[in-house]
Each structure stands twice: as structure tokens, then as C-alpha cells.
């Protein structure tokens, strides 16, 4: 007792001191309020409107704990993780990151992509082992052996057929380019009998095309063939190929 009498200087600048620590303490913990959590009050003061007499600048923790019963839980507490301002903050980093522009599958691709064994969507390149440059020539070209071919077929028996073309240019078995695929000797009858070059894609043929460009598949990726038994003068595919997909009036083979 003697000791702080002689030396109440000294209680004072320890009790001081632990008055501060334990302000610091209150000021920066995360205040939970029914299950939610805030930011801490001192965090408030960087958000309350400065007067232009600078009579009032912050709230600070003694004013809060002097007003707590006059002020509202939520001005006391603190703001909600979810405000507006978190969430225009958020907004904000979500402009400064570009965004991927959306692939518009109405329009033909310029690429195509593929492993040894499958055509691949564009969305999954990365996984490609070579790709393909589709000029404008060709793809009308594969746009008039669909229509010849399956002018009145189902919209899928399009993009099979479509889908044969692609597989046999992927397949080291066939050319090498769309051309040199379809005008293959003694593949396509409309090659040989001339319809290839008299008929004129209509909407779905071109919409089944490019569907088929940009991965959709109505027949797996080893279909090589099709023909119709009914049409067909040579049945050499039917009886030596297996046998994988009828659609409309063709039927598909491996």
C-alpha cells in the first residue's frame, strides 16, 4: 500500500495503459449479432459523413458505449457484411476483370478441333491434338453434300450425316480436307450424279452444319458410312460395316 501511495504515478500510467489495451480490444473484435457477422465498430467511423464544422469526425467508442441504449442495435453494432457498400465494392472488382466474350454458335466456326479419335467442342481445345482451318468454300461445300444427301431427312439424320463428313476427314483412313473428302471417288452419289452442285442449303441444313461443327453428335465419332437400303444400288456397306444408327430413311455404319 505504501508502494502506490509513494509511487501513484505510476498506478496511474498502468491503469492508463490497461484502459488502452482493453479499448483496442473492444474496438477491433467482430462484434455477432444474432448469428451475423459485422464489421467492428471503429471500422464505422471510416463511413460517417464529416461535418464542416469538424465537430463531430468519428464515433468513437466511448460515444458508443455512452449512447448504446439511445442508438439503434444496428448503428451500434456495426454494418452488415452484405451491405450496399460491400456490394458495390464487389461490383467494381468484377469490372476491372474482362470478360470472355460468349461464343455465338449461330455463326460457323473458323476452327475445328480434334483428338485422334474425336471431334471436340471449342470449349475444350486445350484437349485437341491437331485443328483444322475451315475456309468459307468448304463449309458451303459440307453445307450442299448435307443438303444432297439428307435433303429430306430428320434434322438429326442432318447432322449425322454431317457429322460422317468430320469424322472421316479426323480419321487418317480418309483425305485430309473436306474437298478432298467429299469428292473421294465413288463415296457421295450426289458427287457423281451432279446434285452436289445444283442444290442450295436451306435453313435447317445450315443450322444442322453448324451445330455439327461445334461438337453436337447424332452418330459416335468411328461412323464412317450411311445409305439408304431402299435407295441404295450397292448394299456392300450394309453387309461388311456394323450396323450403329438408323435415322429416317439412312442408316449408319461403322
Known amino acids: 500500500m505504501d508502494l502506490f501511495k509513494q509511487?501513484?504515478?505510476?498506478?496511474?500510467?498502468i491503469g492508463a495503459i490497461l484502459v488502452c489495451v482493453g479499448s483496442i480490444c473492444l474496438l477491433w473484435r467482430t462484434v455477432v449479432v444474432e448469428g451475423q457477422e459485422y464489421f467492428p465498430v471503429q471500422e464505422m467511423d471510416s463511413y460517417?459523413?464529416?461535418?464542416?464544422n469538424n465537430q463531430v469526425q468519428s464515433a468513437s467508442s466511448s460515444f458508443v458505449r455512452a449512447k448504446?441504449?439511445?442508438?439503434?442495435?444496428?448503428?451500434?453494432?456495426?454494418?452488415?457484411?452484405?451491405?450496399?457498400?460491400?456490394?458495390?465494392?464487389?461490383l467494381l472488382k468484377e469490372q476491372q476483370v474482362p470478360a470472355v466474350p460468349k461464343l455465338d454458335k449461330t455463326i460457323p466456326p473458323k476452327q475445328i478441333f480434334f483428338t485422334k479419335t474425336a471431334l471436340l467442342k471449342p470449349e475444350d481445345q486445350a484437349k485437341s491434338t491437331w485443328k483444322y482451318a475451315l475456309s468459307d468454300e468448304e463449309l458451303l461445300l459440307l453445307q450442299k453434300i448435307v443438303m444432297a444427301e439428307a435433303e429430306g431427312e430428320p434434322y438429326e439424320g442432318k447432322v449425322a450425316v454431317a457429322n460422317v463428313v468430320l469424322n472421316r476427314l479426323r480419321s487418317a483412313n480418309y483425305p485430309d480436307t473436306i474437298k478432298e473428302v467429299i469428292y473421294q471417288k465413288?463415296?457421295?452419289?450426289?458427287?457423281?450424279?451432279?446434285?452436289?452442285?445444283?442444290?442450295?442449303?436451306?435453313?435447317?441444313?445450315?443450322?444442322?452444319v453448324t451445330e455439327?461443327?461445334?461438337?453436337?453428335?447424332?452418330?459416335?465419332?468411328?461412323?464412317?458410312?450411311?445409305l439408304s437400303i431402299k435407295l441404295a444400288s450397292?448394299?456392300?456397306v450394309a453387309r461388311t460395316q456394323k450396323k450403329t444408327k438408323?435415322?429416317?430413311?439412312?442408316?449408319?455404319?461403322?
Not at 460517417?48 to 464542416?52: H, I, L, S, V, Y
Not at 442495435?73 to 452484405?82: Q, R
Not at 452436289?196 to 443450322?207: A, F, I, M
Open 68 to 90: 448504446t441504449h439511445q442508438l439503434p442495435k444496428s448503428a451500434v453494432v456495426g454494418i452488415p457484411l452484405k451491405s450496399k457498400m460491400i456490394q458495390q465494392h464487389q
Open 246 to 254: 438408323q435415322i429416317g430413311n439412312h442408316t449408319f455404319y461403322k
Open 7 to 13: 509511487n501513484r504515478y505510476v498506478a496511474l500510467l
Open 212 to 226: 455439327a461443327l461445334y461438337g453436337r453428335k447424332e452418330v459416335s465419332d468411328d461412323t464412317y458410312y450411311f
Open 186 to 208: 465413288h463415296q457421295f452419289s450426289p458427287v457423281r450424279n451432279g446434285r452436289l452442285k445444283r442444290v442450295k442449303p436451306n435453313k435447317d441444313t445450315v443450322r444442322a
Open 234 to 236: 450397292d448394299l456392300t
Open 48 to 52: 460517417m459523413p464529416m461535418k464542416e
